[in-house]
């Protein structure tokens, strides 16, 4: 919900710039995203925060009906959603937008407890080249939730990022409510019980639609933070990145799972003889559901084009797209060069 109150405030700036009366709904959507982001963590130690300060992470809340609340320690894609709600504005903001800085001017007035727990921008710190960043994730937090991502023990596989950390094959998690025992662990392909349809795909696969809203929040990130904020990738390895780095790291590893290995297989066809070694059907790739969390297999259907197909987009973004043009062009100028350039090499296959 906080991504969509920003979505929603990106829209009503586009059109603030044709007639300065939304500029008073921009701020209705940025009034919405402060409000989640402070009901996910109000600082302190409430128990139906979704932050953990003592994990540095995200868990789903569970109320019960005699009004107690507690956190289920699950280290799951839940946690890894703020990340998503990253969206970075030009420094031209303040002055092509007067009465939406007059707003949030009275706003911080009024509510600073609130702001003090929310995005980096609201701290008080611009960013690169006078960005503002919108964003539930202070830059301590950032780096908390970045370590789990970036742990091939728990969120990242070698074929992207993993619904569930494997943390949880080991370490399921287990709780009692109305005298039943509950537990979660991590499957890295078919769900072994009948729930969800015999569904596991928030289990412990790959899905390609969050993991492309994760590599988005991190462009964004990287265009506020830039090149001075950088994290271990792998964690542990020893090895920083910045952010542009880590978002394209994950795209290689998503993208890997289509493209063939040093064997000559691809790991999306998994044990299937007849795509992996019949020459009329070994280049026939298909676009399943979601993806074996270990070995990149696909699973669910196999016609998923409109969001696994995501993956020929990333691919396209990073090799045209430049660590310094991500850091340095404003996101409108490159969205329209993109645009361009794809239009141009469309006309050119056509003629």
Not at 39 to 60: I, L, N, R, T
Request: glycine share 10%; with cysteine.
């Amino acid at each position: 919900m906080a991504f969509y109150s920003q979505n929603m405030l990106e829209m009503a700036l586009i059109l603030a710039d044709h007639d300065p009366a939304y500029e008073e709904v921009a701020f209705k959507f940025l009034e919405t995203f402060i409000w989640i982001s402070y009901a996910m963590d109000k600082a302190g130690d409430h128990p139906d925060d979704m932050w953990d300060d003592q994990d540095g992470f995200y868990y789903d809340v569970l109320r019960l009906p005699g009004g107690d609340a507690f956190r289920l320690k699950v280290r799951s894609m839940v946690g890894l959603l703020p990340l998503c709600a990253s969206t970075v504005f030009e420094a031209d903001i303040v002055t092509r937008h007067p009465k939406l800085m007059e707003l949030i001017a009275l706003f911080r007035k009024r509510y600073p407890e609130v702001l003090a727990h929310v995005a980096p921008t609201i701290e008080g710190f611009i960013g690169h080249a006078g960005r503002r960043c919108l964003s539930p994730l202070t830059r301590p937090k950032l780096e908390r939730i970045l370590a789990y991502l970036l742990d091939e023990n728990e969120f990242l596989s070698p074929y992207g990022i993993r619904s569930l950390s494997r943390h949880h094959l080991e370490h399921p998690f287990v709780f009692q409510a109305g005298g039943q025992e509950h537990r979660v662990q991590y499957l890295p392909a078919e769900s072994n019980t009948g729930m969800f349809g015999g569904n596991s795909n928030w289990r412990g696969p790959i899905w390609m639609p969050v993991n492309g809203l994760i590599v988005r929040g991190l462009l964004n990130l990287y265009a506020f933070y830039g090149d001075d904020f950088t994290v271990e990738c792998p964690t542990g390895s020893g090895h920083r990145m910045t952010l542009f780095e880590v978002a394209k790291e994950i795209s290689r590893r998503l993208s890997s799972m289509f493209l063939r290995d040093a064997s000559g297989r691809r790991p999306v066809h998994g044990g299937c003889a007849k795509f992996q070694d019949d020459p009329h059907w070994r280049d026939l790739v298909l676009f399943y559901e979601y993806f074996h969390g270990d070995i990149g297999a696909g699973l669910g259907a196999s016609h998923q084009t409109g969001w696994t197909g995501l993956v020929a987009r990333l691919m396209d973004v990073f090799g045209r797209v430049t660590a310094q043009d991500a850091l340095e062009t404003p996101k409108e100028t490159l969205d329209a060069r993109l645009v361009r350039e794809q239009v141009g090499g469309e006309q050119e296959i056509n003629s």
